[in-house]
């Protein structure tokens, strides 16, 4: 094997992380695959290395931490994202030994790590910060797929296979142990209405916030090899318009981050095709500085497609297919 394997993807860029903006390196890394695996609108779990024994895994995942070390110079990013198919705290997905590759490879930075609830631990937290923690001010966040504060929904659109009482114990341990929380929510999963999924997000947003430092809106796109591409190839599923994300986010009472991946795309959050553009660069900006008027200010010019969207708000009806594409 090569010394060093490119992961899945790494880039630079900025987040705004505790009020702050920090620049950021993100990275995915080619992992065990996620052992959960039943998401019906996860894609990444398609992606999974498939070696044949725990050894080769290890050995292949500290390439990738390898080649992040030799391409970016340690003094180009303050924030660091790790992300795999999974749960970066999953044993079996990401061994110990290379868990420990991250935080040397990280130490002294900020980090980002996304888990399910079930693999946050006590243990785990004091192993990760034991040699990353170097007196930074936050230096661990733990990111959760929460997706809704509804058992119901996320239960039945999702199949997330655990509830929001699991989300708030996975949060009391990360507190008692000095780490903060990032909450994942997902706008329009399957089988709500664009009304629906709106005032779900609107109520999940209220209902997670005293139990989350940052919350982070996603708006749900289409994946391939997914349960919910087969949906959507029937024309019985359309992902969020990007005026029902605008408006969550100017009504919310805290501040929401948000990265409209795939806006303007079929597959991902659209509008009409001509306002996407000005609305997803608003929505990015909003993310950084927190800055409702750079939202109000595109919200206000609006476009012909807005009354689409209103109308689609009065007439879509539960359990029925979407009225547009």
């Given at each position: 094997?090569?010394?060093?394997?490119?992961?899945?993807?790494?880039?630079?860029?900025?987040?705004?992380?505790?009020?702050e903006?920090?620049?950021?390196?993100?990275?995915?890394?080619?992992?065990?695959?996620?052992?959960?695996?039943?998401?019906?609108?996860?894609?990444?779990?398609?992606?999974?290395?498939t070696?044949?024994?725990?050894?080769?895994?290890?050995?292949?995942?500290?390439?990738?931490i390898a080649?992040?070390?030799?391409?970016y110079?340690?003094?180009?990013?303050?924030?660091?994202?790790?992300?795999?198919?999974?749960?970066?705290?999953?044993?079996?997905?990401?061994?110990?030994?290379?868990?420990?590759?991250?935080?040397?490879?990280?130490?002294?930075?900020?980090?980002?790590?996304?888990?399910?609830?079930?693999?946050?631990?006590?243990?785990?937290?004091?192993?990760?910060?034991?040699?990353?923690d170097?007196?930074?001010?936050?230096?661990?966040?733990?990111?959760?797929?929460?997706?809704?504060?509804?058992?119901?929904?996320r239960?039945?659109?999702?199949?997330?296979?655990?509830?929001?009482?699991?989300?708030?114990?996975?949060?009391?341990?990360?507190?008692?142990?000095?780490?903060?929380?990032?909450?994942?929510?997902?706008?329009?999963?399957?089988?709500?209405?664009?009304?629906?999924?709106?005032?779900?997000?609107?109520?999940?947003?209220?209902?997670?916030?005293?139990?989350?430092?940052?919350?982070?809106?996603?708006?749900?796109?289409?994946?391939?090899?997914?349960?919910?591409?087969?949906?959507?190839?029937?024309?019985?599923?359309?992902?969020?318009?990007?005026?029902?994300?605008?408006?969550?986010?100017?009504?919310?009472?805290?501040?929401?981050?948000?990265?409209?991946?795939?806006?303007?795309?079929?597959?991902?959050?659209?509008?009409c095709?001509?306002?996407?553009?000005?609305?997803?660069?608003?929505?990015?900006?909003?993310?950084?500085?927190?800055?409702?008027?750079?939202?109000?200010?595109?919200?206000?010019?609006?476009?012909?497609?807005?009354?689409?969207?209103?109308?689609?708000?009065?007439?879509?009806?539960?359990?029925?297919?979407?009225?547009?594409?």
């Open positions: 094997m090569s010394a060093s394997i490119k992961p899945l993807a790494s880039w630079k860029g900025q987040d705004r992380y505790f009020c903006v920090m620049s950021s390196l993100t990275c995915i890394f080619l992992s065990g695959g996620c052992s959960w695996n039943r998401c019906r609108m996860c894609g990444y779990k398609n992606d999974r290395n070696c044949g024994s725990r050894k080769e895994l290890i050995e292949h995942m500290n390439a990738q080649w992040i070390s030799e391409n110079a340690s003094d180009e990013y303050e924030l660091g994202k790790i992300f795999t198919s999974g749960s970066v705290l999953d044993p079996v997905e990401v061994p110990h030994e290379v868990l420990d590759s991250f935080k040397r490879l990280f130490a002294g930075k900020s980090v980002i790590i996304e888990s399910r609830v079930e693999y946050v631990t006590e243990d785990a937290l004091s192993r990760f910060l034991s040699t990353l170097q007196g930074q001010l936050h230096p661990l966040t733990v990111a959760i797929g929460l997706e809704t504060t509804n058992d119901a929904v239960d039945k659109s999702i199949n997330k296979g655990f509830s929001f009482e699991d989300f708030v114990h996975a949060a009391d341990i990360c507190y008692d142990a000095g780490v903060g929380v990032k909450a994942y929510l997902m706008m329009k999963p399957l089988f709500l209405t664009e009304q629906e999924a709106m005032a779900d997000m609107q109520n999940s947003i209220a209902e997670v916030a005293p139990y989350a430092d940052i919350v982070s809106m996603n708006l749900c796109t289409v994946q391939g090899r997914t349960e919910l591409e087969q949906y959507w190839h029937r024309g019985e599923f359309r992902p969020p318009y990007l005026w029902s994300a605008m408006k969550v986010l100017l009504n919310a009472d805290t501040a929401v981050t948000c990265d409209p991946i795939g806006g303007g795309f079929r597959r991902g959050p659209h509008n095709g001509i306002c996407d553009k000005d609305i997803v660069a608003a929505i990015n900006e909003y993310s950084l500085n927190a800055d409702k008027s750079i939202l109000q200010a595109v919200w206000d010019v609006g476009c012909s497609c807005k009354k689409e969207w209103e109308y689609v708000l009065d007439n879509e009806t539960p359990w029925n297919m979407p009225l547009t594409d």
